[in-house]
């Protein structure tokens, strides 16, 4: 298939999925037979190093459909990162991303990719009834305040996984050469013209979740350090607001020490004190740590994701 004959590119990143692959290649393949585009897609599956079986089923998936790509990393990189890899070797005119686990419904493809041919440059999803534990969707909702006030996102946008943009975007997003990729962020940095349709969330077809509280907090450590130098001017204005405090703290003591000489001097609040002080000077000395670590690593070439093998070069084939 050439560029110009793939309407639709799917980037899938994979996970520990392989017992779901085959549903989900043939559900996608039932759709695009719906949608009149069954020689106009591609179906990119983007193993991250899962410790199962996964990329023997991608090539074997890619042996029996023409439009499935496999593409195997060498080692974890996380989600977003192996996103990255597949958007980087995307050939359809639009590309949607979803998840592995047929908790995205595929028939919604047909709707999102309507939304692009209106004119809108990418599409998100809006789960009407989600199927994810309660601690994931609480921090979820953190996880939408967050990006609200560090990457100006619009009010109402819900930055869902299952999502889906023009081609050009996606030119402009695998710009993005560093080692911590956060594809919401980068989309919001390339444009605003974004709509959302609502999807019924379904729920997971095999095995559980592979977010735990500690990925998702890697997820929003990359949103607020990546993307945002807000947590630095917070660390800046908490510090004059300390000081500030300091200050009147200060001229308190002097004040009552002199109405009253035996006015006794507090244990408890003065540790207390040094004690909050220094946990904030903690906290902003970590958060900077944070920003340069970031910065040393790209400085240093970390790379971003590395392919260790593709379906297409195993059977012969040069395309890209």
Known sequence: ???TACKLSIVVPVYRSALILPKLAAHVLARMEEEGLVDRFELILVNDASPDNSWQVIRSLAEQYPFVRGINLRRNTGQHNAVMAGLNNVRGEFVVMMDDDLQHPPHALGDMLRALESG????????VNRQHALWKQWGSRFND???TLLLDKPKGLYLSSFKAMRREIAREVIKYDGPYAYVDGLILDVTRSITVIDIEHQARDEGDSNYTFRSLFSLWMKMATSFSITPLRLATYLGFALAALS???IVFIVIQKMLHPEFPRGWASLIATILFIGGVQTLCIGMIGEYLGRAYLKLN?????VIGATTWQAD???EP
């Open 1 to 3: 298939m050439t560029d």
């Open 120 to 127: 809108y440059d990418v599409c998100y999803t809006r789960y």
């Open 145 to 147: 305040r967050v990006a």
């Open 247 to 249: 200050l009147m703290m």
């Open 301 to 305: 070439g970390k790379p971003q994701f």
């Open 316 to 318: 012969g084939r040069t």
